[in-house]
């Protein structure tokens, strides 16, 4: 199975600063990663699939990069709807395996 | 528009069956989406169990050992889950989404609620 390691685990901030989360997977997995954003208590969120496409209806603060193994999901300027746990996800392979999440705090 | 209503049993003694089903209002997903299975518990995060198509064509995750069966009923659009037998690891919220083909590989951008599955003596 493909790993996927996410850092930082968790990340404090503030109301209009930028961040960046990364993904990390265990092989090459071309630009087959998806983000997902899950706050307490409902599904997750698509945000971005293939690695930088905004789905439908995102604001367009959140980005995505990357390509090969390392990946990234930036957020230009938090705002207070934007705390919550953040998942990248790999579609390259069966099985689908996610990162173990990044909680954004405030 | 579409939406994904799933319901089942949410708590199972060791060895029981867990059966879930998620019911799909509002279209049919198309010949080239899915309806897949995830489950997410504080141990093991985000796990993803396995897929269906209206076609009946399914992929599973190796992890579940053969206990997972995930069927579809089209004449009333809904999909099943069922795994057996259960031990308190399989203790999750577990979820049905729709995964769909973008570009050459998918995404889930559909989600069920989430049932809270709980196994315990």
């Known amino acids: 199975d493909i790993q996927m390691t996410q850092s930082p685990s968790s990340l404090s901030a503030s109301i209009g600063d930028r961040v960046t989360i990364t993904c990390r997977a265990s092989?090459?997995?071309?630009?087959?990663v998806n983000w997902y954003q899950q706050k307490p208590g409902k599904a997750p969120n698509l945000l971005i699939y293939a690695a930088s496409n905004l789905q439908g209806g995102v604001p367009s603060r959140f980005s995505g990069g990357g390509s090969g193994t390392d990946f990234t999901l930036t957020i230009s300027s938090l705002q207070p709807e934007d705390f919550a746990t953040y998942y990248c996800?790999?579609?390259?392979?069966?099985?689908?395996?996610f990162g173990q999440g990044t909680k954004l705090e405030i | 528009q579409v939406q994904l209503q799933q319901w089942g049993a949410g708590l199972l003694k060791p060895s029981e069956t867990l059966s879930l089903t998620c019911g799909v209002s509002?279209?049919?997903?198309?010949?080239?989406?899915?309806c897949t299975w995830i489950r997410q518990s504080p141990g093991k995060g985000l796990e993803w169990i396995g897929k269906?198509?209206?076609?009946?064509?399914?992929h599973y995750n190796p992890s579940l050992k053969s206990r997972a069966t995930i069927s579809v009923d089209t004449s009333k659009n809904q999909f099943s889950l069922k795994v057996t037998p259960v031990t308190a690891a399989d203790t999750a919220v577990y979820f049905c989404?729709?995964?769909?083909?973008?570009?050459?590989?998918?995404?889930?951008?559909?989600w069920g609620q989430g049932t809270l599955v709980t196994v315990s003596s």
């Open positions: 989404a729709r995964e769909v083909l973008r570009g050459v590989r998918f995404s889930f951008d559909l």
């Open positions: 996800q790999q579609s390259y392979s069966i099985p689908y395996t």
């Open positions: 092989q090459s997995i071309t630009r087959y």
């Open positions: 269906i198509n209206n076609s009946g064509s399914v």
């Open positions: 509002g279209a049919s997903f198309s010949s080239t989406a899915y």
